[in-house]
Structure formats: C-alpha cells, structure tokens
T-cell receptor, first 113, second 114 residues
C-alpha cells in the first residue's frame, strides 16, 4: 500500500532559525496536503499542492512539490514560537484507486525562545 | 461557518459501557470522516461517509459503529471497548470526497477506556 515517509521526526530550533521537513512517497501522488497540529489541538489544513514542481508560499512558509510528485517539503524561514507544533504531510494516490489521505508520521517542531 | 464541532470533549468509559461521539458541520460538506489518533502518531482513518453513505471502513472492529443521520451529522457509537482504544477521536469533513479535498478537522474527543 501507499506509504508516506516524513523526516525528521523531531526538530529543535532556536527562534529565528530556519526549519525544513521532508516527505517522500513510495508512489506517485495525485496531490499532497500539509497540516499543522498545535500541542493539544487538532490538525489544521495549511495548503495543497497538485502540480509537478509546484512551489507555494504563505508568509514565512514555503511548500514544494517534487517534479516526480513523490516528494514534498515545507520550509519555515526565521521560526517564531507560534510555529511550534507537529507538521504532517498527507498524500492522495488516485492511481491506487483510493482518494483518502495517507499521513506521514509528522515532524514535531520545538522553538527555543 | 468553517467549523466542525465535536462532543463530548472528554469521555471516560468502562469496557462494558455504551457511549456515542457526535460530530456536526454546517459547511455543506458531503464527505465526513472519523479518525483515531494515538499520542505522537498521525491520524489514522477509520471511516469515510460520502453523501451520507458509508464508503470506506478501514477494517475497524465492530465495537465501533458509525452512523450518518444526515449530511451535517456524524456519530460514532462505542460498545465494549478495550483500554487500547483510548485515543483522540477526530471528525473531519471535506467539500466532496475525492482528489484535493482539504479536510476540516474538529477539536476531537479524548477517550479514555478504563
């Protein structure tokens, strides 16, 4: 079945440093979504990428979808304490005949003030 | 209104109890989902309802019984649960089932089975 690997599992950064989390899929994805879950909270949708090589920005967050549509990354520039949480990627593989999301294991970001 | 609501927020139940979790959305979404999330793990899909019909059951034990009374409501009936079923149960909805449908998650019900 489809697998989505995400690294690193944990990342501790000093406030102001950059942060990147990476996702790799065992199959070609139809799209990839990113979610953020604050401690004690629930996943909140951040963005969706659909096109090969797509890059999208949201303020300090930059999302990329690989050319082969098998990998993706989320980069945060100059982290702030409000960025703390777990970031999940989640992919859909219509080629597998399924439209549900397969979540990566998440990257837990801690920001040291 | 872009909110998914869930009740109760917390639930403690014994292994012989019967309880229900409730989820509601008023965004006109036609797909609704139940996920189970253990600590430090990603959400794990349990059920998908598409246009009020159960379309996906991810081999969930029969002690979990979903119900979709109408397009806005989703219930999860619990009976004879095990301690390992203790987790955060998340409801989500999306506009339509299918590619690219972003999912809106509710705050979850934190379930403890004693």
């Amino acid at each position: 079945g489809q697998q989505v690997m995400q690294i690193p599992q944990y990342q501790h950064v000093q406030e102001g440093e950059d942060f990147t989390t990476y996702c790799n899929s065992s199959t070609t994805l139809s799209n990839i979504q990113w979610y953020k879950q604050r401690p004690g909270g629930h996943p909140v949708f951040l963005i969706q990428l659909v096109k090969s090589g797509e890059v999208k920005k949201q303020k300090r967050l930059t999302f990329q979808f690989g050319e082969a549509k098998k990998n993706s990354s989320l980069h945060i520039t100059a982290t702030q304490t409000t960025d703390v949480g777990t970031y999940f990627c989640a992919g859909t593989d219509l080629g597998a005949g399924s439209y549900q999301l397969t979540f990566g294991k998440g990257t837990k970001l801690s920001v040291i003030p | 209104d872009t909110e998914v609501t869930q009740t109760p927020k917390h639930l403690v139940m014994g292994m012989t109890n019967k309880k229900s979790l409730k989820c509601e959305q008023h965004m006109g979404h036609r797909a609704m989902y139940w996920y189970k999330q253990k600590a430090k793990k990603p959400p794990e899909l349990m059920f998908v309802y598409s246009y009020e019909k159960l379309s996906i059951n991810e081999s969930v034990p029969s002690r979990f019984s979903p119900e979709c009374p109408n397009s806005s409501l989703l219930n999860l009936h619990l009976h004879a649960l095990q301690p390992e079923d203790s987790a955060l149960y998340l409801c989500a909805s999306s506009q339509v089932p299918g590619q690219g449908a972003e999912q809106y998650f509710g705050p979850g019900t934190r379930l403890t089975v004693t």
